[in-house]
């Protein structure tokens, strides 16, 4: 797994999903957005961190009985274990909220680990208990039943589906309130560094709509004003 910098990850910890995935766009990847997830609370602070992934299929009924978990190398369990510090856990349950993907156990494990978050297309169990711990988590929504019930835990660290984004291993995962997007490993420096740019103009944009200045010249910068007076702002406001 690729180790993101100090200096890309706390880049993309300042930037939103949203301009990242116009940075992607225009390197033609529109669909790196999971789909249908959320954040478990609205406070909890933005996830970055590679992608370490966890693959579910449907459940057969005969191997998937509760002593599966006496088992040390059972898939679930080893992921929680095995996701390196940093990572982002990102699961793998085929957009079925019907069981739990986990439960507040495993993601306290992933925290006190330090691990940098979990995602899953599905659902958690125990999410009131999840949404206290102050821990990046986002799931589709709540889910009782226990994973057995309808998922089975088949692989780690294999590329998988997530909310139909691709997602590699080493993948750099970011989350916030708007949701999680996926940036595939080799374009995080360079996402970073751009997206952290176009923050400070919109910054700037936001700043200067807000006074009641109107947007045409000024986003997109099509006046030559608006470049000097954003090189004027940067400067005052160290930027």
Known sequence: MSKLSDTTRNKLKSVSTATVATALFKRGLRIQMIQDVHPLSPDQPTMVGEAFTLRYMPAREDLNTIEVFRDRAHPQRKAIEDCPVGAVLVMDSRKDARAASAGAILVTRLMKRG?????????????????????????????????????????????????????????????????????????????????????????????????????????????????????????????
């Open 115 to 239: 691990c940098a978050g979990v995602v899953t297309d599905g659902g958690f169990r125990d999410s009131a208990e999840i949404a206290r711990l102050g821990f990046p988590a986002f799931h589709h929504r709540p889910s009782a039943p226990t994973n057995l019930t309808l998922h089975q835990a088949i692989e780690i660290n294999v590329p998988i589906g997530c909310g139909d984004a691709p997602v590699f291993p080493g993948d750099v995962i970011l989350g916030d309130s708007d949701g999680v997007i996926v940036i595939p490993a080799h374009l995080a420096d360079e996402i970073a560094g751009e997206t952290f740019e176009m923050t400070a103009f919109e910054d700037f944009v936001t700043e200067q709509v807000q006074n009641g200045r109107g947007i045409f010249g000024l986003y997109p910068a099509t006046d030559e004003q608006t470049l000097k007076d954003f090189a004027a702002w940067r400067k005052a406001k160290g930027r």
